[in-house]
């Protein structure tokens, strides 16, 4: 019984970053930028490893993914939806080959999935595809999306939203 409840719990932590919104909404632009601009929102964002993760959180006391990215681009100006799904449709939608630091990356189960998850990416290079996000288990974390076999099946999509 216990077992059972550890996964519904899981996969409810697991699905809970996508569930919240906003209430101001918001959109943004969605314009060209310099690596530079992407390099200090990637900064800032560091600032923030290490944050323990909080179910609809959207301050330094506790982030959920879309609460984390919502955050770190309202210091930047940029209005984002509190809600991973809807920051999907926010800006410009680019290919993995040309993410770069500060871009979003979005997450589903499935091709056809809904989204689950958004991170923000710190490098992409032949070392990989690095972000940082908040995870449920883990909080505020970065990590290598090509070493990493739960993440790695599940990118899907990148936008560029500043």
Not at 16 to 24: G, P, R, T, Y
Not at 30 to 40: K, P, T
Not at 105 to 126: C, L, Y
């Amino acid at each position: 019984m216990s077992r059972f409840l550890f996964f519904i719990l899981s996969t409810f932590l697991l699905s809970s970053c996508a569930a919240f919104q906003a209430a101001d909404g918001g959109s943004s632009s969605g314009g060209a930028r310099g690596n530079d601009e992407g390099e200090e929102i990637v900064a800032f964002a560091k600032k923030y490893k290490g944050t323990k993760y909080k179910y609809g959180g959207t301050t330094p006391k506790g982030f959920d993914c879309s609460g984390y990215t919502y955050y770190v681009y309202k210091h930047f100006d940029v209005d984002l939806p509190h809600q991973s799904g809807l920051q999907e449709k926010e800006g410009k939608r680019i290919s993995r080959s040309e993410a770069r630091a500060g871009d979003l990356v979005f997450f589903r189960r499935s091709k056809t999935g809904k989204v689950f998850h958004v991170a923000m990416v710190v490098s992409n290079d032949k070392h990989g595809l690095v972000v940082i996000h908040a995870t449920s288990s883990r909080g505020v974390v970065i990590d290598n999306i090509d070493e990493n076999s739960y993440w790695k099946t599940k990118y899907m999509t990148f936008r560029r939203v500043n």
